[in-house]
């Protein structure tokens, strides 16, 4: 039958979906220890968006090797966001042992929007640390551009992310239902999105770069029929 056909738009969306699917499960096994999340996070992106781009064969070798590489960076950043979850953490611990007047509820209330925004910011700095070769704090201040740029994606993906770890706190005999197919999701959602936002940004950069050189080049030409 013609569904079956490995060329068919059926069977190639399914083999992407077993991509996906297979990755997620990987970032969850290669996240177990915690402080590995980070490197995790940058390897399935980097393939997750070499699918996208239809450059990925193969998704272990690939993964392995971007982890390796994103190793050293990743588990820095990765602790930068354990010390601020915990410390958010803490003050809402705190917070709610005091008196629930106006002004605690207040503050209790921008806590939580921090730890969204920080949670939102996570999404897109691993992709970016996959994606672009830059310090630390220039991955966290491109980040926060492409966060807010594709803000409502970004919301998204985070409220799938936090929508299956709740569901799978409050009915575990969903777990494995939810272990395949959110963070798959999650990761397919993601890469699409990336590689749309950073094909828009690579582009502005080689204008820039182009506009760099074109006006380099004119002051040459200036400086030389100066001489001349």
Known sequence: MQIFNP????????????????????????????????????????VGMRIERKEAPTIFRPFWQAFKDNFR?????????????????????????????????LICAFIFVLALLTASLMLWVFPTLARFDLTNR?????????????????????????GGFILAAFFPQVLPVITFFVPAF??????????????????????????AAREKSSQDNLQTNQLN
């Open 73 to 105: 960076q990743g588990t820095v950043l990765t602790l930068i966001f354990m010390l601020v979850f915990g410390f958010l953490a803490a003050d809402w611990y705190v917070l709610m042992q005091t008196e629930q007047t106006l002004l605690i509820r």
């Open 138 to 162: 220039q991955i966290i201040h491109n980040a926060v551009i492409h966060m807010l740029s594709r803000f409502p994606q970004t919301l998204l993906a985070l409220a799938a992310a936090v």
């Open 7 to 46: 060329d068919s738009k059926f069977s190639q969306f399914i083999y992407g979906a077993a991509d996906y699917v297979k990755l997620g499960l990987v970032f969850l096994l290669f996240s177990i220890p915690g402080i590995t999340a980070g490197a995790a996070a940058a390897a399935v992106m980097t």
């Open 186 to 211: 999650v990761v397919w959602y993601m890469s699409r999105t990336c590689v749309k936002r950073f094909r828009k940004f690579d582009r502005s950069l080689e204008e820039e770069q182009e506009g």
